[in-house]
C-alpha cells in the first residue's frame, strides 16, 4: 500500500529541494518532479518527493479527514471502551 500525503511547503532550499510540514513536523523534500512551486503551496509527497502540486482547498478538506480518522483510531483505542 503507498500513502501519499498532502503537505504545506514552508521554504525552498537549493538544489531542487523544499522544507515541508507534516502535522507540524518539517521535513525536508525532492521539488525535482514538480515545476512552479512556492512557499505556501501544498504538495502531495511520497517517499520525500513532491508528486504534484493541489488546491489548497482540496489539502485542507483531505488534512482535515485524516486528523478526523486519526481521532477515531484513538478513542477506539482507549482501554475501557466497548
Given at each position: ?10 521554504e ?26 512556492a ?44
Amino acid at each position: 500500500m503507498c500513502l501519499a500525503l498532502p503537505c504545506r511547503i514552508v521554504e525552498l532550499r537549493p538544489a531542487e529541494q523544499a522544507l515541508i510540514d507534516v502535522a507540524g513536523v518539517g521535513k525536508e523534500i525532492s521539488l525535482a518532479l514538480v515545476e512552479d512551486v512556492a512557499v505556501g503551496d501544498y504538495v502531495i509527497v511520497h517517499v520525500g518527493y513532491a508528486l504534484t502540486r493541489l488546491d489548497p482547498e482540496e489539502a485542507e478538506k483531505t488534512l482535515a479527514l485524516f486528523a478526523e480518522l486519526g481521532e477515531a483510531a484513538r478513542q477506539e483505542a482507549q482501554p475501557g471502551r466497548a
